[in-house]
């Protein structure tokens, strides 16, 4: 079992509805990060997170410490938003990441 | 500002050669990650420098590889006797600060025939 699970692996949805991806990871964390892959391959971070929530425009983030899982969340989706979404977790004490394997998102117009 | 910036973008090198991968962080960041992803894998990282700590090599996936950053700076990736399982982009990441976000530049895709 990989330490850091993601679903779904992939999600097409039309433009306009509100999108959950999930992440869910089997260790203790200090940190919680959050990406988008476009195609092409450049890699932005969205968030990082250890506790509670964040937002920033129609993207939020939200993590539960206790449940061991994090949820981001997309309102009024557009196809810009197309990409692939990939968490990340950091634990041990040390700077490592181990990342899931990403959840492929599809707007269509 | 300028960005993360790798070099070269590209790179295809026979099965036996070395290869050198080139980062440039963000001017005044601390902290430079290494990672790589191979086709249909996810990402996994490979090595973390932060300032002049001795780095974190846990991730590399063998001696072959190995890692510098010179002057705190700009930061070198060297894989020897390059064979075909290391194809994959290898990414580079910087931040301000250890446990900062992370700014990730373009990659370097190494194909190894």
């Known amino acids: 079992k990989n330490e850091v699970e993601q679903s779904p692996q992939n999600l097409t949805a039309q433009e306009g509805e509100f999108i959950t991806i999930n992440c869910s990871y089997s260790?203790?964390?200090?940190?919680l990060h959050w990406l988008q892959q476009h195609p092409g391959g450049g890699i932005v971070s969205l968030f990082m997170l250890s506790s509670g929530k964040k937002k920033h425009g129609r993207l939020i983030a939200t993590i539960n410490i206790q449940e061991k899982h994090s949820s981001l969340h997309i309102t009024a989706s557009h196809p810009r938003d197309s990409a692939v979404y990939i968490c990340?977790?950091?634990?041990?004490?040390?700077?490592?990441?181990?990342f899931g394997t990403g959840t492929r998102l599809t707007i269509i117009p | 500002g300028a960005g993360v910036s790798q070099s070269p973008s590209n790179k295809v090198t026979e099965k036996g050669k070395d290869v050198e991968l080139r980062c440039d962080p963000i001017s005044g960041h601390t902290a430079l990650y290494w990672y790589r992803q191979s086709l249909g894998q996810g990402l996994e990282f490979l090595i973390y420098?932060?300032?002049?700590?001795?780095?974190?090599k846990s991730g590399l996936p063998s001696d072959r590889f190995s890692a510098e950053r010179t002057g705190g700076s700009v930061s070198t990736l060297t894989i020897q006797r390059t064979q075909q399982e290391d194809s994959a982009v290898y990414l580079c990441?910087?931040?301000?600060?250890?446990?900062?976000?992370?700014?990730f530049g373009p990659g370097t895709r190494l194909t190894v025939l």
């Open positions: 990340a977790v950091r634990s041990g004490g040390n700077e490592k990441l181990t």
């Open positions: 990441a910087s931040s301000l600060l250890k446990s900062d976000t992370q700014y």
């Open positions: 420098f932060q300032g002049n700590s001795a780095p974190d």
């Open positions: 260790v203790g964390i200090s940190a």
